[in-house]
């Protein structure tokens, strides 16, 4: 199982990326699937999740600090989620992380309750 997070870049504030999240001997359509980030010298964060697709009510949530400037999807054909980010802030400098639990449902904020992590893409909202 892997997981491949990608997307990130320089951007200046007020911008947008999408970032991506891939997946390779694993269908993404049956789990829960987060977006974290850890910006330097602090904790990781939970960001956002999505519901399985078998979960049907394509359930999302959002961390207050970015609530109305995020997106989470999926593309169930390309077997991928994505994070439209918004409004981007010098705050939101961050190396971003896709991970996936073992449930069809959401399952809270730590990284521990998941199973299945990418690699992290770095993002940069400089002027």
């Known amino acids: 199982v892997q997981l491949q997070a990608s997307g990130g870049g320089l951007v200046q504030p007020g911008g947008s990326l999408r970032l991506s999240c891939a997946a390779s001997?694993?269908?993404?359509?049956?789990?829960?699937i987060a977006w974290f980030r850890q910006a330097p010298g602090k904790e990781r964060e939970w960001v956002s999740c999505i519901n399985s697709v078998s979960a049907s009510d394509g359930s999302t949530d959002y961390a207050d600090s970015m609530k109305g400037r995020l997106t989470i999807s999926r593309d169930n054909a390309k077997n991928a989620v994505y994070l439209q980010m918004n409004s981007l802030k010098p705050e939101d400098t961050a190396v971003y992380y896709c991970a996936a639990a073992l449930s069809t449902v959401c399952v809270g904020r730590h990284p521990k309750a998941y199973n299945y992590w990418g690699q992290g893409t770095l993002v940069t909202v400089s002027s």
């Open positions: 001997g694993f269908n993404l359509d049956y789990y829960a």
